[in-house]
């Protein structure tokens, strides 16, 4: 696989060696690395959401198509307010129902931002989630918000381990292994019309009948 830093995050035994990895990690992010981690079903490439260079570089491993953008991830809900324009109360009540999860929100970017995923500021919109893996999520409230992608080729299945991923040891900050990731549903994806309805444009993980307990008004373009 690679001479890199790996955590192997079952060998973590006590609070101690966990503040530890988690601050190794912190602090692989926050000096503009790439690294690989798990989440629900497979390993993506991750980096400070901010760190353009780095965002590049996943798009770099991945070789992505030009205008490829990463999709983000928080640490909780209460960072949606900071990075996303336009928020219904629908859309922050559906966030605070199913993050952290497999649940993604399509939102428009706070023009204050200062990021780019890889689209050139292009699009309208990116697609953000809080994940569920407690550790990751901890490591994502200490840097900010992240970039992710799948720690694959671009079109290729995902990496369920990390002998698949494809990235060299030279381009990877760190090493997150989690051991082999069961394959698993995709997330669920709601996006805002431009008219300001909010809508299913994926069902996933989560139903479509589970949103409409939260928000029996919510359409779908899924078919």
Not at 6 to 21: C, H, P, R
Request: glycine share 8%; hydrophobic share 40%; with cysteine.
């Amino acid at each position: 696989m690679t001479s890199s830093p790996v955590i192997e995050l079952n060998a973590l035994q006590s609070d101690a060696d966990i503040a530890a990895a988690r601050n190794r990690v912190i602090d692989e992010l926050k000096s503009g690395a790439v690294i690989i981690a798990p989440l629900e079903s497979a390993y993506v490439l991750m980096c400070d959401a901010f760190n353009q260079e780095a965002v590049q570089k996943i798009h770099e491993i991945r070789g992505d198509a030009p205008g490829t953008a990463c999709q983000v991830l928080v640490g909780s809900h209460s960072t949606l307010s900071g990075i996303a324009a336009g928020l219904t109360p629908e859309l922050l009540k559906l966030a605070q129902s199913f993050w952290p999860g497999l649940l993604t929100l399509m939102v428009k970017p706070n023009p204050a931002l200062n990021w780019d995923l890889g689209d050139g500021g292009e699009l309208s919109h990116f697609a953000v989630r809080v994940p569920e893996g407690e550790f990751i999520r901890s490591v994502i409230s200490g840097v900010g918000p992240v970039a992710i992608a799948s720690a694959s080729l671009s079109g290729a299945p995902a990496s369920q381990n990390l002998d698949q991923t494809p990235a060299l040891s030279s381009e990877i900050g760190v090493y997150v292994d989690a051991g082999e990731i069961a394959s698993g549903p995709v997330s669920t994806v709601v996006s805002q019309t431009p008219s300001g309805a909010v809508e299913c444009t994926r069902e996933g993980a989560i139903s479509l009948n589970q949103l409409r307990e939260v928000f029996p008004q919510i359409g779908s373009t899924d078919y």
